[in-house]
């Protein structure tokens, strides 16, 4: 089983795009990726809208997706994002196989 999170963040004056990039230059996209269970964790610029960045995330299983959810990470995911004060628009799947 997989669950894959699909995480669109939204700001103005090009912050979600600074936000990603905060976050690959500083070693936090990394640790996410070295995290155990993590499958993906990449960022993607949608064509039609400059204002939003999309997160696919992918963990193997609901425990690893926990674990990280509780790990120090988080929080310093948390204050990027009130940083350059973007929405957040979540889905989220799941691939029994």
Sequence with gaps: ???TVNLYYKGKDGNALKFAREML???????VR???GNERYEYFLPMDDPETV?????????????LHHKSPIMARIA????????RLRVERYIDKK
């Design 1 to 3: 089983m997989s669950i």
């Design 25 to 31: 230059e500083s070693g936090i996209v990394d640790k």
């Design 34 to 36: 070295s995290e155990e």
């Design 54 to 66: 999309l997160l696919i995330d992918r963990w193997r299983d609901q425990e690893a997706l926990d």
């Design 79 to 86: 204050e990027l994002r009130e940083k350059y004060r973007l």
